[in-house]
């Protein structure tokens, strides 16, 4: 597959969605998440001028792909759910499904308030409890509870952002409590099973999300109410300095999607050990040319070498996204 090896995996479904047809992307789109529909809309909108080959090669690889997949597991979770809310009803039906499987039915609310602009959510929390704006940011994607945080006063923000630290599991009240607020603004009521959060975890992930600016701010703030809380969620982000875990073959790969000017703020004063590692991942022409214009650049403000560290993090969350690198824990399980 040469003509798409440097397609990101958005892109190959774009071409694929484009390749079918209209009403035929139609009907898959309508099974995919918010954050997909968003990946695969703005691969669309920067794919120009695909040849033959291209369209041909991406769905050739679908289909050998779709050949090998096993029909007898494939969503076998989802029909559990249909067959036993059918037999039993959905109170009934809900309750066992929550003991038996490991994630609890979707929740049709959630799933709405995915779709939601971050302003319009900012805009439902500020009427609410900070509890409630809490329970709410664990519900989001990543990125976009980063938007909605961003969008709140700083004082709900400090507050919400230890709310989240703190979380462990959501009672059925909670859960109530977060239909409550959905309702309004979705008419959509209904009671839920208990649901496990992470908070530290939804927090790093969270603040990962953020511009540095935030990031920091937030941190100093969980620092202040609670130093060890603090520390454990910034052990679970994802920093530049975590890069150096990756081996050389995921380096390289890293480095193929960096723009040359993202990197060259990136490595302005960072430990030699560190540069050193980029420049042997790298040609010798563009290493020593990256070396180059790094000895004749002039100062650069920390606050622009920190945002352009964190686009290359973003950049390898991407890939590890994508099933091109390997990051943070998912690292280990791998030998």
Known sequence: MAENIQLTGAQRAAIFLLGVGEEAATLVMRHMNPKEVQKVGEAMATISKLTNDQVESVLTEFHIEVSEINPLGLDAPEFTRRVMTSALGEGKASTILSQVLDKPPEQHGVEALQWMAPQAIAEVLLEEHPQISATVMTQLYDEQAAKVLALLPESLQKDIIVRIARMEELDPAAMEELDRVLESQLGKL??????????????????????????????AALTDADESLSDEVKEKMFIFDNLMSLDDRGLQRLIRDVP???LLTALKGVDAQVAERFFRNMSERAAAILREDLEASGPIKISEVEEAQKEIVKTAKRLSDEGELMIGKSSRDYV
């Open 260 to 262: 040359q000017e993202n």
């Open 190 to 219: 209904q009671r839920t099973p208990p649901r496990k959060v992470m908070g530290p975890d939804n927090l790093a992930a969270i603040l990962n999300s953020t511009d540095v600016g935030l990031e920091q701010e937030m941190l």
